[in-house]
Structure formats: C-alpha cells, structure tokens
C-alpha cells in the first residue's frame, strides 16, 4: 500500500473538511451581523416586560421573534402601518387571505391583502390579534414589524440599542 497516497487523500480530506468549518463559522458570524438579535433576552419587571435589541450594521433593529409560534425574522418599521408578511411566508404560516386594500410602498400603490396574527411574540413580549397586510411583492425572508405591533408597545432608543416595553403583560 502506498504510504503517499494515503498521506494525500488525508490531507485533501482535511483540506475539505476545514474549509467547510470555516464557511460554517463565517457564515454564522455574518448572520450575526445582519440579526444581533436572534435570541432576544427579556427582563420580567413587576408590570412590564422589557426587551432590548442592538442595531444592526446597516441601521436596522432585525430580530428573530415568533408568529403563532412559529420562528420568523422582523425589521422594525415604524413607517409601516401594519405588520406586513411576505405572501410565501404568510402561506406558510397559514395566514388567512382576507379582503383586499391597496397600500402606497416605496415602488408604488400595490394590492395588499388584510389578515390578523393570532399571536407575536419578541422574547417574552406576548401580542394578540395583531393587524397585519399580506404583501404578495413583497420577497421573504423579513416581515416587517409596523405599528399594528409597535404602536401596543413602549420603545426607547439610546445609541445602538433600542429597548421595547410592554406594560400590563397578560392582563
């Protein structure tokens, strides 16, 4: 048996291998940049829940938070009316298509499709009955958390960070 072939096909074995690692590193490194928040931690207060978030690279507060239990991915948009869902997404969540509404976006007035979260979460932060539009040009994978959510809670931004409150939890 050839000693160097072996040696070889080890090597190359090893090569493979880490540069697999590596990519699996850097690629987690680089989503933790895009959402710092993907496991928001909360603080339970006698009558408030707080959760706090830092911004991302580009300026943005994305977390990964939950509809009706299911893990997604929101950009906070207080410009946003409502909370809006990417159709594909809003399909995969089993989200009811209700009537339909136009809605003015940055690429023009396009057909949206009303709807309603039974349950939103953000840590421990817990939302009922959350409006929100199904936005069928709108590409996955990010919905955007508008004031239908934002407007049920108390925000504050200092510097990089930017704390939501929501007082009276479940009651």
Known sequence: MDTSKIGQ????????????????????????KRNPNQNPQSVMLAHTVEVSLKRNRQGHYVVTGAIN?????LLLDTG???????EALADRLQLRRGRPGRAMTANGPITVYETYIDQLSIGD?????????INPAMPPPAILLGMSALGQLEFVQSGDSLTLKQHNPRQ
Request: zero cysteines; glycine letters at 8%; aromatic letters at 12%.
């Open 9 to 32: 096909g080890m090597f190359a074995a090893a090569f493979v291998l880490g540069i697999a690692m590596l990519t699996i590193f850097f690629g987690g490194v680089e989503e933790r």
């Open 69 to 73: 239990n299911h893990p997604v991915e």
């Open 80 to 86: 946003a009316t409502d909370v809006v869902i990417p």
């Open 125 to 133: 932060i817990l939302l009922f009955n959350v409006r929100a539009s």
